[in-house]
Every structure is written in C-alpha cells, then in structure tokens.
C-alpha cells in the first residue's frame, strides 16, 4: 500500500524569521502524524534555518528546484549536492511557474530529474495543462507528453525513487480545484502512462494533486483510488491549515 505524501511548496515567500517560526509551529502540530510522509520545500535562503528545526522531527526537506550540473560556471543556479548538503531529501521539478515565467521545457526537466536521482534526491516531477489546452480537450494528451519527456530514458527499480503532482495549471493559485471525478480522471491516466515507462512499479509510485489545495477540499480528493497526497502552495504558508490538511490526507481527524 501505498504511504500518503503532503509536501508544502513555500515558493517566494517567507523571510527566514518568518520561515523558522512556521517550521517550529509545524513540528509542534506534527510531530506525531507518523501515517503520512511529510515534506516542506522553502525558499533557498531559508533552507539552513529551516533544517535545524525539522532534522529531527518527522517532517523532510525539499529544494523548490535544481540545476541539473554538479557545479560550475552558471550563476544563480543551485545543483543537487548543494541541496542535499542543505539537508534536502527532495525536489521538485517542473512546476508550472518555472515553465511558464521562465522558460523551463521537457528536456531541462528531464535533465533535472536525471541529475537528482544520481545524487540522491527524490524529484518531484510536476505536469498539468493550462486552461485553454483542457477546453480544447487536450488534458491527456499534454499530461502523457510531460510524463514521457519528462522520464525519457530514466531506469527505475524503486517506486519510492520519485513522485508525480498533477497540478492543472488553471488551478494553481486561482481558489478553483478539479473536481474529484476530474483529478482522478487525470491521475488514473497518469498511472497507466506510468506503468508503460516503469513496467512492475508504477503502482506503487505516489501521484499527488496540487492546485488550490484547501483543509476544505482536501477530503474528497484523496477518498480517490489514485490521488496519494497533495503539492500545497498558499495553504502550507499557514501553521494551522497545512497541519489540517496533513492530517486529513493521514486519515487523522483533525484537532478541535
């Protein structure tokens, strides 16, 4: 059976005061929520502070993106050891925003993804489709081109080696959300795409849903057979509601 993964994407927020104060209230609402994997990715400045809170708590660390060169001339890039010196178990890889503001395509992300696990961290590889590709009905087919591009050449023995969010792009950060007929839809046809990379261990590869991810919406997402978590932006920027949503997807009620 798969274990449920919660990862909290902190993006360009948080000052490092700010980030030490919610990674200790975090280890003080989670410390004993051993049912699900829980997993925060801060901004890089934030990184050290952050670890010395966590290290020794049940929550992991996450890079919110990765070079994919051990080291040289190529500034403001950070590569995978740096994080894993950081204290980083994970990364994620192929967010939305970094394909769309910056100009990251399938190959930089397939490259990143190559790149982490021969250093030893866990991608988190993200796909979705905008609005206009899901009215023309396009979803699946954008969603298998990421997926395959994506993992293009890449041997894997270990389903626990990696993870997918789906995360529709019309979704992130708008207070919309798929449905969950909608997000299941989406994540069965990644798990079949998965198993035609990944022969014997697609089924035990975590997919999880991100975009709008709320304490409120949370519950009917994951009663879904393929939906093994949830990428949380806005709502991991809060003690309180990350904690919630944690302990929904752990299958925990949560506290009153």
């Known amino acids: 059976m798969r274990k449920r993964l919660v990862i909290g994407n902190w ?17 003080e609402l989670l410390s004993h929520l051993n049912q699900v994997d829980i997993v925060v990715a801060p901004p890089y400045t ?18 919110q993106n990765v070079f994919w060169e051990p080291s040289g001339a190529f500034t403001g890039e950070i590569s995978p050891y740096m994080l894993i010196e950081a204290g980083c178990k994970w990364v994620i890889i192929g967010h939305s925003e970094r394909r769309d503001i910056l100009g990251e395509d399938d190959n930089m992300v397939e490259r990143k993804i190559k790149a982490s696990i021969n250093a030893g961290l866990i991608p988190i590889l993200c796909v979705g489709e905008k609005l206009d590709e899901r009215e023309k009905g396009y979803t699946m087919k954008v969603i298998k081109s990421q ?16 993870a997918i969010a789906y995360e529709p792009v019309w979704a992130i950060g708008t207070g ?11 994540h069965g046809f990644v798990r079949e795409t998965l198993r035609k990379i990944f022969n014997g261990i697609a089924d035990n590869i975590r997919i999880l849903y991100g975009g709008s991810v709320t304490p409120e919406n949370i519950k009917g997402l994951i009663s879904s057979p393929d939906i093994d978590g949830a990428l949380i932006g806005g709502a991991s920027l809060r003690a309180e509601s990350f904690a919630k949503i944690a302990r929904l997807i752990g299958g925990m009620p949560h506290w009153t």
């Open 147 to 162: 997926i395959e591009k994506g993992l293009k050449n890449l041997n894997l023995a270990d389903p626990n080696s990696i």
């Open 46 to 63: 934030s990184l050290d502070v952050v670890y010395k809170v966590i290290h020794k708590t049940n929550i992991q660390l996450a890079g």
């Open 176 to 186: 919309k959300n798929a449905t969950p007929e909608e997000a299941e839809a989406v």
């Open 11 to 27: 993006k360009m927020n948080m000052l490092k005061k700010e980030a030490l104060e919610l990674a200790q209230r975090l280890s």
